[in-house]
């Protein structure tokens, strides 16, 4: 028994696939416009067509929500300790059942704690990274938030504990605070499965430390980060950029949190950017 997931290929092609893994708590759409801008942009430099891929990450989308065997161990607080870990083998075995050696994996907020999860598992499966508006410290206490959003999910099986996140909150982007985006995300959320919310809460609050893996990265990487994101910043992306031997940083002004989001033309580019540079080695 394994964590399934739901892969949607949005183009076929040679060579190493790009792995595009979602944030909380929305699903894989999030990726579309970044990665049609991706692969046109390809296209205009005559860059042969690669495979992109854009999975719906576990509890999300058309990916059902792992079973309490499949999810594993516990904790005392209700949070999974080997969730990750777990959900971190799915996204490889997906690429190997394919007969690929390798991806690009491409992680925005909690999908960037899967991609550095696969990094400290799997090294001879990464062939590049994107972290976008992520981290590698855990929450430490100061998660305890996750739980009281996954419970109040559970409870009231309702998605209204995270429709916050379509919202702004002061200081955020211009694109934040446009009805579009609030009406796009409210769309989003309102479609994702409370127990799924639920899940990937848990599974990220019980998730390891990873604040060394960043100095283990020896493959082409970008840290991409919104000026305005309210936790992963360049105050927060920088020092982590520099911990990466040769890791390009890309931060985008006016841009909150859901960066691929908000800026989908900026973040193509720089993945455009980190897919030459692993076809060149």
């Known amino acids: 028994m394994t964590i399934e997931l739901a892969n949607h290929v949005i183009r076929d092609g040679e060579g190493v696939p790009v792995v595009l893994m979602n944030a909380y708590p ?19 430099d005559d860059v042969p067509p690669f495979p992109i891929w854009a999975p719906d990450m576990a509890g999300s989308g058309q990916s059902p929500v792992p079973s309490e ?61 994107a972290l976008c508006d992520t981290m590698a410290a855990s929450d430490g206490t100061g998660g305890e938030g996750r739980l009281t959003m996954a419970n109040a999910a559970e409870e009231t099986d309702s998605v209204e504990p995270v429709m916050h996140f379509a919202y702004p909150a002061e200081g955020d982007s211009t694109v934040k605070r446009s009805p579009e985006f609030i009406q796009t995300m409210t769309e989003w959320i309102s479609e994702q499965s409370p127990a799924g919310l639920a899940w990937r809460q848990r599974m990220t609050y019980g998730r390891p430390e990873m604040g060394e893996v960043p100095a283990t990265i020896t493959v082409p990487t970008v840290v991409v980060s919104g000026e305005n994101d309210p936790t992963s910043n360049p105050s927060v992306m920088k020092p982590l950029a520099e911990k990466i031997p040769g890791a390009e940083f890309v931060a985008i002004p006016d841009c909150g949190h859901f960066s691929a989001v908000e800026h989908p033309d900026t973040v193509a580019r720089a993945l455009l950017s980190l897919v030459k540079r692993v076809q060149e080695r």
């Open 26 to 44: 929305v699903d894989h759409r999030m990726w579309d416009v970044c990665a049609k801008a991706l692969a046109d942009f390809a296209d205009l």
């Open 69 to 129: 065997a499949d999810s594993g161990p516990r904790m005392a607080n209700g949070a999974y300790s080997e969730a990750l870990d777990r959900l971190a083998e799915a996204y490889v075995d997906l690429v190997k059942a394919a007969r690929y050696g390798k991806a690009i994996w491409v992680g925005l907020s909690m999908g960037g704690y899967v991609a550095m999860d696969i990094q400290r598992l799997h090294p001879e499966a990464v062939a590049g990274l």
